[in-house]
């Protein structure tokens, strides 16, 4: 069912983020969250950086670690391992630019009412949060939602999820993504995680859609619950330039916090 009262992008603010939170809206820009310079030395660096590749059919390179990757592992001090080594491949980046995460999480405590951080597992630390990807080549449709995507982890109590993307190179041409307002609600069964990737797209047919360009020097912010995708670069774009991107995704827990993972 579609929940959006308008198919515009909005500022930030308190009441529009809580308008997203609630799916009311597509999406927040925060535009000019980085100046050109800051674009140019945080695309190079990320480029130089450790880079791996997804094993999907469409080429997406990152660096991070995503907890999606340890959705069935029954044994969570796995995932908090591996956000060890994240860490030190994302602050070789960082260091030689800035730090966006941080950024992002200031403009979002200055206009929200409770507390916003990084998610912590009791006993076990914090997540990791801000993946940076190039996806020039585009990402096919799916969603995110904790709740439905993942088992025994502390963002499973979310009641709501977004995602943020800081660009800071874009193609000029094409790397569109498009947002479907049709939350995802599939058929669950006890102990299983349902498909989230590569979705048919009879799940969207007829429902209102929101396409946004990924714009450098800007933040873009989505409820994750809707399907979406991004479209390959186009002809005509810069063959010098990718999609580069960091971000990470922000939950509602049940007092009302938000809290960032990757």
Known sequence: MATWKNLQEHDLTR??????????????RIKGFATPEECAVFSKAAKSGNVKYYSVAKKIGYIGQAQYEYRWNPDKSEYFKAVVEARKDLNDVLSRS?????????????????????????ELGEYYA????LASQGVDMHVDYAP?????????????????????????????TTVHNAPWNPERKEGEI???????????????????APTAGDVVIFN????????????????????VSIGSFIGRMPDSSLVLWA
């Open 194 to 212: 349902p498909q989230s990737y590569g979705l048919d797209r009879s799940l969207v047919e007829g429902a209102p859609n929101f396409t946004y």
């Open 148 to 176: 439905l995507n993942t088992l025994d982890y502390a963002i499973s109590n979310i009641d709501s999820q977004l995602g943020w993307n800081f660009f800071a190179e874009d193609p000029g041409v094409g790397g569109l």
């Open 224 to 243: 994750t619950r809707n399907p979406h995708e991004i479209s390959a670069g186009a002809a005509g774009a810069d063959p010098t330039k990718d999609r």
């Open 15 to 28: 009441e529009n983020l809580v308008a997203l939170l609630n799916n009311e809206i597509p999406a927040i």
């Open 98 to 122: 800035f730090d966006p995460v941080q950024r992002l999480i200031e403009k979002l405590r200055a206009v929200y009412p409770a507390s916003v951080d990084v998610a912590s597992e009791p």
């Open 130 to 133: 801000g993946i940076i990807r």
